[in-house]
């Protein structure tokens, strides 16, 4: 039933074509198979069983899944929602995950995290020694930021302990399971998310704070989704930090830079989160300088395409960066942080990446 209504909701598209305009994949490629509409077909082909060319099964995987094509159809078609349904459905019959993100997934079950990062060194980023405490308010800091953007998780940390936050850090943090989840291993994904929902509950963990917007998101929509609801608060620390700078508005050093903010698609699009960071950017003097595309039509960074598609990845990551004008581009998602400085070093642009926590603590040090 469920593949029928799938596949009734792609025969609803008109053809009109107004998903090419957004999609990031088809503007860097000028590939009719890397479109919207061409996914539609292959989709189609994958629940009526039929076999796919290699480029067919490439255009499911290195689809964004950003959600510009949904939040632009006159229809409203849910075409992420069909991509991912047509990567559930390469699984059962064997054919998907690809190589690389099967490697990822058996990387996740050994180690314990999405980046082939060593356990043993997690938090090596620390300032400080580990911190023994109890609280019922978890910082759940993310594979992303834990090893391949310290800068995130240092700044954050150090972010909350000045602004008076009780928290308590994991150990034996692990992945959320955003990854197993967003490449269709949904059996696996609701193992992880089984398992952290009752580490949580063990733990009397009441609300969980997050800097990743993939973390976010698959915490906040993804686990009551596949676990029928979630027995914690889940708030990102954009969110956290406007009432809090207010509450020390006169020990705030403005810092009066031009910046763009780029939009998470996990943050914003998925989430509706778009004026809590920029008004905390604001109240430390951040003169905000918006993108023609920003907010719900915001370009996608790409950065989950890295491990699979990594000459596309940049290509979209690149065509982003070359819009900004600014100097200084400023995010509240670590894998967008990593996804841009990578596309910044294979390219050779000369633009800082900053993650807001860093933006926040500078203005706050300042004397």
Not at 23 to 46: G, H, I, L, W
Not at 62 to 88: S, Y
Not at 222 to 242: C, D, M, N, R, T
Request: hydrophobic share 35%; net charge negative; aromatic share 8%.
């Amino acid at each position: 039933m469920e593949a029928k209504e799938t596949i009734d909701q792609i025969d609803s598209c008109n053809g009109c074509g107004l998903c090419l305009d957004v999609c990031q994949t088809y503007e860097v490629t000028r590939n009719e198979a890397f479109s919207p509409m061409a996914r539609f077909q292959a989709a189609k082909d994958v629940f009526h069983g039929n076999e796919l060319t290699s480029e067919a099964v490439d255009s499911i995987y290195n689809c964004l899944k950003c959600q510009r094509c949904n939040v632009i159809c006159p229809l409203e078609i849910d075409v992420t929602g069909i991509v991912r349904k047509a990567q559930i459905e390469l699984v059962r019959r064997g054919i998907g995950p690809l190589e690389r993100p099967n490697r990822i997934i058996e990387g996740i079950q050994k180690l314990g995290n999405a980046v082939n990062g060593d356990p043993a060194k997690r938090w090596d980023w620390l300032p400080e020694e580990f911190p023994k405490r109890e609280s019922d308010t978890l910082f759940y800091v993310g594979c992303v930021a834990c090893y391949l953007v310290p800068q995130a998780a240092i700044s954050s940390y150090l972010l909350l302990r000045k602004l008076g936050v009780d928290f308590m850090i994991l150990e034996d943090e692990g992945c959320c399971g955003d990854y197993l989840y967003n490449i269709g291993r949904v059996d696996l994904a609701k193992e992880k998310f089984e398992e952290n929902g009752e580490k949580f509950s063990r733990l009397g963990i009441k609300r969980v704070i997050t800097i990743c917007a993939g973390c976010y998101h698959t915490f906040n929509s993804w686990y009551p989704e596949l676990l029928g609801g979630k027995s914690f608060e889940v708030i990102h620390l954009a969110q956290l930090l406007p009432d809090l700078l207010r509450e020390r508005k006169e020990t705030l050093e403005k810092d009066e830079r031009g910046m763009v903010y780029q939009d998470p698609c996990g943050l914003g699009r998925m989430e509706g989160i778009y004026d809590e960071p920029r008004e905390a950017l604001q109240l430390c003097g951040v003169k905000l300088v918006e993108l023609e595309e920003s907010r719900e039509q915001a370009a996608c960074c790409a950065a989950k395409n890295i491990s699979s598609f990594r000459d596309l990845s940049i290509k979209v990551a690149s065509s982003f960066l070359d819009k900004v004008k600014t100097p200084d581009i400023v995010t509240s998602c670590p894998f967008c942080l990593f996804g841009m400085n990578y596309a910044c070093r294979k390219t050779g642009k000369d633009k800082k990446l900053l993650y807001l926590s860093e933006v926040i603590l500078e203005s706050l040090e300042h004397p």
